[in-house]
């Protein structure tokens, strides 16, 4: 059987049957889409690095749980984000009883899959001002901004794996794209 042919609810029930070489396949379809995802939500490349691995042996070990008749995309973003909201909390825990040390915590910059020679010194500098832009957004706010235009997602999809309405999905949206305006402009000024 060709695991590439099989939709995601077919793999899944696969993986339920016993096939871990279907879950290889849902990993080798979701990964990348997944590990932006937490990136843009935790700022750090090794930790969205586990915490992508973390999410994965959630889904595998909740496969039970999916329901087939939805996109296994939403549900794995589902899983990422609470990866990712659990993570912020526990450092922040850290960082009250100073357990982090703050050069632990420096952050990467986005990396650029499609790489130009043409890059320019202060498109680098605008990149970095972006991403900590977004970094610095309220969590709601960080999550419907990364899902709808990083991701790419419909703001149908991005309501269900955010479990709130679509037109909270349209406010978020509108909010974390004025104060993103608001703090480019703070910065050039």
Request: hydrophobic share 40%; net charge negative; aromatic share 4%.
């Amino acid at each position: 059987m060709d695991l590439k042919a099989c939709s995601d609810g077919e793999l899944a029930a696969l993986t339920l049957g016993g096939r871990k070489d279907a879950f290889a396949e849902i990993m080798q379809r979701h990964q990348a889409p997944v590990y932006r995802l937490i990136r843009g939500l935790v700022g750090n490349v090794e930790e969205a690095l586990d915490l992508t691995q973390d999410s994965f042996l959630s889904a595998y070990d909740h496969l039970g749980k999916f329901d087939g008749q939805r996109p296994l995309r939403a549900w794995l973003s589902r899983i990422a984000i609470n990866k990712s909201r659990d993570w912020r909390r526990r450092r922040r825990v850290r960082q009250i009883f100073g357990l982090v040390d703050d050069a632990e915590e420096e952050t990467h910059d986005v990396p650029d899959e499609a790489p130009s020679p043409e890059a320019t010194v202060s498109s680098r500098i605008s990149l970095r001002r972006l991403t900590a832009a977004i970094e610095g957004l309220p969590a709601p706010l960080r999550e419907v901004l990364l899902l709808r235009t990083v991701e790419g997602l419909s703001q149908a999809d991005t309501a269900a794996i955010l479990s709130i309405s679509s037109k909270a999905v349209e406010t978020r949206l509108y909010r974390a794209r004025n104060r993103l305006a608001e703090i480019m402009a703070e910065d050039e000024g």
